[in-house]
């Protein structure tokens, strides 16, 4: 029984309050209104759920369900009079609910961002390479005009010291995507080449770019869709 003055957890045999002084009897004793659960507290099954939901926060489901049964968890915890026990993990569980419920947003705006990033880049970097074919034409025309013995050169060496300058594009690789001369020949009587053949195709296919250029002494500039420089080369259609 409890004291009425104080409220301080009295036996039968105490005469007076040990905390207050009051005289003890059956009149003014106060019987606790919860007793004390012979076998002690239990954790309440919600705050489990609520946690282990809240670990999976980044599913939105899971999410919501470690919201709901958190606060199932803590009311009910509260109104057991120490019945139950695991207010601790009912808050954590709504914690990393919340968290969820914050964090997802972000992740859908980053997976619908992310894809169209890379293909703007992609993009990016495929007119980056039909133009540096122009400036390769270009230097390659300036070579074999200023040097008629040797024609058209097949070596970034040499084409680099043509009119038309390559600047970074002498390296073999810009934006992406790597080129390489190819194909030069000769003409029937020999001496100078008078074919050349260029090609520009993606460092990593679907990562730096998708589709593979090329082009030669004709100037026209081809396209194959698979980013294979062989398959440019032997059945590409004129870019457009």
């Known amino acids: 029984m409890l004291c009425?003055?104080?409220g301080n957890s009295m036996t039968a045999d105490d005469k007076f309050c040990r905390v207050c002084g009051r005289v003890a009897s059956a009149d003014s004793a106060v019987t606790p209104r919860f007793a004390a659960p012979a076998g002690g507290s239990k954790t309440s099954g919600k705050a489990v759920v609520s946690l282990i939901c809240g670990l999976f926060f980044f599913l939105l489901?899971?999410?919501?369900?470690?919201?709901v049964f958190g606060h199932l968890s803590l009311s009910e915890t509260r109104k057991s009079a120490g019945r139950l026990k695991g207010e601790g993990l009912a808050i954590a569980g709504l914690v990393l609910g919340y968290a969820?419920?914050?964090v997802l947003p972000v992740l859908i705006i980053a997976a619908i961002a992310i894809p169209n990033l890379l293909r703007?880049?992609?993009a990016a970097n495929e007119a980056s390479a039909v133009a540096?074919?122009?400036t390769f034409t270009m230097a390659e025309v300036g070579h074999a005009t200023s040097h008629p013995g040797e024609g058209y050169p097949c070596s970034l060496s040499d084409l680099s010291a043509a009119p038309a300058n390559l600047g970074s594009l002498a390296t073999g690789q810009n934006s992406?995507?790597?080129f390489e001369l190819t194909g030069c020949s000769a003409g029937p009587d020999g001496g100078a080449n008078v074919r050349?053949?260029?090609v520009a195709y993606p460092l990593r296919v679907n990562q730096t770019g998708v589709r593979a250029f090329c082009s030669?002494?004709?100037?026209?500039i081809k396209v194959d869709s698979s980013g294979s420089a062989r398959g440019c080369l032997e059945n590409g259609s004129a870019f457009e």
């Open 4 to 6: 009425a003055g104080c």
């Open 61 to 67: 489901p899971a999410s919501i369900v470690a919201i």
């Open 100 to 102: 969820g419920l914050a």
């Open 120 to 122: 703007a880049r992609m």
């Open 132 to 134: 540096s074919l122009r």
């Open 176 to 178: 992406g995507y790597l």
């Open 196 to 198: 050349y053949q260029v």
């Open 216 to 220: 030669s002494e004709s100037r026209v």
